[in-house]
T-cell receptor, first 115, second 116 residues
Framework: DTAVSQTPKYLVTQMGNDKSIKCEQN?????MYWYKQDSKKFLKIMFS???????INETVPNRFSPKSPDKAHLNLHINSLELGDSAVYFC??????????????FGPGTRLTVL | AQKITQTQPGMFVQEKEAVTLDCTYD???????LFWYKQPSSGEMIFLIY??????QNATEGRYSLNFQKARKSANLVISASQLGDSAMYFC?????????????FGAGTQVVVTP
């Protein structure tokens, strides 16, 4: 069974379009995250939700909007896509919020290409 | 400012040899956690090992061990008996207690290529 799954795995779209990436975890975790990995492989957190509540909102353009319908799902909607949004987006989950040893488990990533 | 520094952008290692990946960190928190992840070419992020700042012993997980030197603020990953499947990007990450929301900060990564 896949612990953290994301759909789609690849997403190719035109500038200006709106797209969504879905994430689901079956680990029973309380906290979920979105990360962006740029072309240099640098990983940066974008958002985090704990039990459907937004707890981390980094400096991300407001074209990006996360939505958590329940604690097992965290979706990422992106409006008016720009070339610079091309990246790999990772969803992750962890058992609790902020425990030092609380490991984050990552999904397989979604490679977004904006043309 | 970058809190996690991985100074080796890439390295080659021969199969069956050990390799050490450097990671230094910057924090004034007395309590923090350090993590290593592996990202193979297929793209997924795989958790390898965790070290807490108060842990008395260096963490080990199979062929992975963490050489934790608190005073030097370093948490180097040692992979023993390298295998071809160890070829991947390796990331060091830190979580601080001041960040109660559990945010990870990642280093830039080290690309490891294991050669036969």
């Amino acid at each position: 069974d896949t612990a953290v799954s994301q759909t789609p795995k690849y997403l190719v779209t035109q500038m200006g379009n709106d797209k969504s990436i879905k994430c689901e975890q079956n680990l029973g975790h309380d906290t979920m995250y979105w990360y962006k990995q740029d072309s240099k492989k640098f990983l940066k957190i974008m958002f985090s939700y704990n039990n459907k509540e937004l707890i981390i909102n980094e400096t991300v353009p407001n074209r990006f909007s996360p939505k958590s319908p329940d604690k097992a799902h965290l979706n990422l909607h992106i409006n008016s896509l720009e070339l610079g949004d091309s990246a790999v987006y990772f969803c992750a989950s962890s058992q609790e919020r902020g425990g030092l040893a609380d490991t984050q488990y990552f999904g397989p990533g979604t490679r977004l290409t904006v043309l | 400012a970058q809190k996690i520094t991985q100074t080796q952008p890439g390295m080659f290692v021969q199969e069956k040899e050990a390799v050490t990946l450097d990671c230094t960190y910057d924090t004034s928190d007395p309590s923090y956690g350090l993590f290593w992840y592996k990202q193979p070419s297929s793209g997924e992020m795989i958790f390898l090992i965790y070290q807490g700042s108060y842990d008395q012993q260096n963490a080990t997980e199979g062929r992975y061990s963490l050489n934790f030197q608190k005073a030097r603020k370093s948490a180097n990953l040692v992979i023993s008996a390298s295998q071809l499947g160890d070829s991947a990007m390796y990331f060091c990450a830190m979580r601080e207690t001041t960040d109660s929301w559990g945010k990870f900060q990642f280093g830039a990564g080290t690309q490891v290529v294991v050669t036969p």
